[in-house]
């Protein structure tokens, strides 16, 4: 297992939950959910800074069947963005029923999930990171692919 922190990135429409690891690569936390716009990728870079991480993580939105949707391309394109504006690493990871184990988290501890939406997107970012830790600890590659971004971006 490498050692360094990694920070997930939950990419919904209107806002992008963020969640971090700690160095050891054992625990993914919740950070922060940033409004999706002007400077999100900005802010997001902050925190990547901030924390000295070595890599960002982007949950990759593919249907139960494994196909792509609207939102895989959305993903996709914003991963490509944050790819374009560092030299980190950005490593896209499949995160099917990421949002909906969010949601299911939130209702089981008592939390009304509509007042709660910007929270689930930073437990569905935590959920991405944490699946990312697991499979590279299980299996010792990291895991996903990384995203290389476009050139003239």
């Known amino acids: ?18 969640a971090r690891s700690d160095p050891y690569g054992m625990l993914a936390t919740p950070v922060m959910t940033v409004p999706r716009g002007d400077g999100d990728v900005r802010i997001i870079l902050e925190h990547a800074a901030e924390l000295d991480a070595i890599e960002v993580i982007v ?11 609207a939102s895989t391309q959305d ?17 896209m990871v499949d995160e099917r029923l990421s949002t909906v184990s969010a949601q299911r988290a ?8 509509k007042r709660s ?12 990171l944490q699946h990312a830790l697991d499979v590279e600890r299980s299996g010792g590659n990291p895991p996903g692919a990384v995203v290389e971004p476009d050139e003239g971006q």
Request: without cysteine; aromatic residues 2%.
């Open 117 to 128: 939406r910007p929270v689930i997107d930073q437990v569905a970012a935590v959920i991405i």
């Open 1 to 18: 297992m490498r050692v360094g922190v990694r920070l997930g990135v939950d990419v919904g429409k209107v806002r992008i939950g963020l």
């Open 106 to 113: 939130m209702q089981a501890s008592g939390r009304n999930t």
């Open 59 to 69: 949950g990759l939105p593919l249907a139960l069947s494994g196909t792509e949707t």
């Open 75 to 91: 993903a996709r394109a914003f991963a490509n963005r944050i790819a374009s504006a560092t030299p980190l690493p950005v490593r």
